[in-house]
T-cell receptor
């Protein structure tokens, strides 16, 4: 049981380049999320999805785009990379949002550096 | 004011010690509360949910005080393996979990 799988684990981008961070889950969770974690800061929600075909902005969506064509996949796209997007990106999924049991399952993260 | 604030770290304690972390949240309408553990350069993992009546899981006890808007985590008989960053997480509304910056714990022999 793989849980949440993120690729790549590491990436260095040049300013202005674009890339897609991949996220796949095999738990049949409807809810999926993208967070970024900067040093000394809490995780910030970028985008989330409550099911295939439905996405919505989180706290810090600028500079990112997402799609949810299937229940399993929730890729995050950076169109014009900027140094401010240097961060660790975590994808997560959950069975339910308002729950006292289960919480989130996170992927292992993607460390992105924009130079 | 940050939505979720945690004790500043780091906490350095000897093995066997009891240590407590506090976390305050600003949104009185918050519904769900959690403690996550994050090891260095790893993803966060759910440690335990926090219930209104308080709850215990082995050496870990979580408490919620809605009137004062804070939650706490107590770790008894600390182990070396408890060394990690502990994240306080508050669900302010559907699909919006807010994370604290974390409190770093180091347990020393």
């Amino acid at each position: 049981n793989a849980g949440v799988t993120q690729t790549p684990k590491f990436r260095i981008l040049k300013i202005g380049q674009s890339m897609t961070l991949q996220c796949t889950q095999d738990m049949n969770h409807n809810y999926m999320y993208w967070y970024r974690q900067d040093p000394g800061m809490g995780l910030k929600l970028i985008y989330y999805s409550v099911g295939a075909g439905i996405t919505d902005k989180g706290e810090v969506p600028n500079g990112y785009n997402v799609s949810r064509s299937t229940t399993e996949d929730f890729p995050l796209r950076l169109e014009l990379a900027a140094p401010s997007q240097t961060s660790v990106y975590f994808c997560a999924s959950s069975y339910s949002t308002m729950t006292g049991a289960g919480g989130y399952t996170f992927g292992s993260g993607t460390r992105l550096t924009v130079v | 004011r940050k939505e979720v604030e945690q004790d500043p770290g780091p906490f350095n304690v000897p093995e066997g010690a009891t240590v407590a972390f506090n976390c305050t949240y600003s949104n009185s309408a918050s519904q769900s509360f959690f403690w996550y553990r994050q090891d260095c350069r790893k993803e966060p993992k759910l440690l335990m949910s926090v219930y209104s009546s308080g709850n215990e899981d082995g050496r870990f006890t979580a408490q919620l005080n809605r009137a004062s808007q804070y939650i706490s985590l107590l770790i008894r008989d600390s182990k070396l393996s408890d060394s990690a960053t502990y994240l306080c997480v508050v669900n302010t509304r559907n699909n919006d979990m807010r994370f604290g910056a974390g409190t770093r714990l180091t347990v020393k022999p």
